[in-house]
Nanobody, 118 residues
């Protein structure tokens, strides 16, 4: 069973920064697009950023210019660097391998909580 392990969340004031990490098995990491998802309180999980194996990135409009997704293939780790955080960025963040825009390939990890206070 594939295990995805997210870390790095915390409590931060609006305007602050956080960096999240997600460790994945090397067997799935190097050839797959990786994505970060946000589940805001009371809302469905939403894909916010992706990075392909060739380092092409994509972001939803709400995080463009503030978040940066990056990957380290040697460490089988994907990162989400979050700057200029807003209260609406609050939620549990997960990583996974996207399948289209609605599905993922693997079970969800435990996620990491990000709380942005105003």
């Amino acid at each position: 069973q594939v295990q995805l392990v997210e870390s790095g969340g915390g409590l931060v004031q609006a305007g602050g920064s956080l960096s999240l990490s997600c460790a994945a098995p090397a067997t799935i990491f190097s050839t797959n697009t990786m994505g970060w998802y946000q589940q805001a309180p009371g809302k469905q999980r939403e894909l916010v950023a992706t990075i392909t194996s060739g380092d092409t990135t994509h972001y939803v409009d709400s995080v463009k210019g503030r978040f940066t997704i990056a990957r380290d293939n040697a460490k089988s780790t994907v990162y989400l660097h979050m700057n200029s955080l807003k209260p609406e960025d609050t939620g549990v963040y997960y990583c996974n391998v996207p399948v289209g825009s609605r599905f993922v390939r693997y079970g969800w990890g435990q996620g990491t909580q990000v709380t942005v206070s105003s």
